[in-house]
């Protein structure tokens, strides 16, 4: 049984890597599982929240009652969030998105010329989807992920800052990629709030809960 904290709420998130193709075949990537965005999404769907997920390429089944948008690169992960974000009433950005992706896709696959000669990659800035979705002009209420190896309290507060965001989740490390179990800090205005290690589908129940209470602190 669940207790029903976000009835009558909405949910936007986003999960898992993106992929930034270098030509066809080929592309740029990372190590994100989707796990805990997917666990969140279930969460929230459980707690009666109507739930938009938009997802980069993971191998994850689709939680029960969650609208679904897959996706592969940064600018199409913003593409879905943009026009659903103020639609929702809460956006929480688990996704690892790529910070750079290849200035240019080849229309065709790169060929070894035999010359012994590598190519070269040139990169742009990826768009950040959760600061621009926080700078809206009636933005949803906003939620960070902070994957940090050190000063964890410091850099989660300089981030929440910096993307003008009321809520960051920082990753109590060692890496958690692809693990089923996390530790997690809160920081928000009021200050700091550890969830001890546990599974991550038993950390997102406890994020939604600490969600709602922030959520109904601002309402009433
Ligand atoms: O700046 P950094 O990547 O450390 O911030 C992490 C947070 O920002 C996560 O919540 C992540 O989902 C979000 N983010 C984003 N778009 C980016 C980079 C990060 O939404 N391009």
Known sequence: ??????????????????????????????????????????ACERAGAR???????????????????????????????????????????????????PAHCAEHKIKKDGSGQTPTLAFTENPDILATVAALPNPPYCVGFAAESEKLLEHAQAKRARKRIPLIVANLGPATFGQDDNALLLVDAEGARELPRAPKTELATQLVAELALRLNARTT
């Open 1 to 42: 049984f669940t207790p029903k904290v976000l009835a009558g709420r909405s949910v936007l998130i986003t999960a898992g890597p993106t992929f930034e193709a270098i030509d066809p075949v080929r592309g740029i990537t990372n190590r994100s599982s989707g796990k805990m965005g997917f666990a969140i999404a279930q």
């Open 51 to 101: 739930v938009t997920l938009v997802a980069g390429p993971v191998a994850l089944p689709t939680p029960a009652g969650v609208e679904r948008i897959d996706v592969q690169s940064a600018q199409a992960m913003l593409d879905a969030v943009l026009p659903r974000a103020t639609g929702h009433e809460v956006f929480i950005a688990t996704a690892a998105v790529a910070d750079w992706r």
